[in-house]
């Protein structure tokens, strides 16, 4: 079973920084898909960033020049710089894992709780 727990967000002006940490444990999590997936209040959920098992990230084009992904050396841990915040990045977080051959539907991956992310005016 794979265990995802995010740590990190919290409550930021417009312009403003914050850093979103993610620990996944599990049988093979070496080599899983990593991201991280958003939802804000009334909207579909959607992918904010993701780094697969050779370390390539990619990023949504809401996010790109301002987030930035990465994975540790022990790839069970993955962390999201988030720079420049702006009131529509306001959602709830998500930490996600799923096998590789899967990366393109990481909506579908093991998740966590969630932190939430606020940016105010």
């Known amino acids: 079973q794979v265990q995802v727990v995010e740590s990190g967000g919290g409550s930021v002006q417009a312009g403003g920084s914050l850093r979103l940490s993610c620990v996944v444990a599990?049988?093979?999590?070496?080599?899983?898909?990593m991201g991280w997936i958003r939802q804000a209040p009334g909207k579909s959920r959607e992918e904010v960033a993701k780094?697969?098992?050779?370390?390539?990230?990619t990023y949504a084009d809401s996010v790109k020049g301002r987030f930035t992904i990465s994975r540790g050396n022990a790839k069970n841990t993955l962390d999201l710089q988030m720079n420049s915040l702006q009131p529509e990045d306001t959602a709830t977080y998500y930490c996600?894992?799923?096998?590789?051959?899967?990366?393109?539907?990481?909506?579908?991956?093991?998740r966590g709780q969630g932190t939430q992310v606020t940016v105010s005016l």
């Open positions: 996600s894992a799923i096998e590789p051959i899967f990366c393109n539907d990481l909506l579908s991956g093991y």
């Open positions: 599990g049988p093979t999590y070496k080599n899983y898909c």
């Open positions: 780094i697969d098992s050779d370390g390539n990230p």
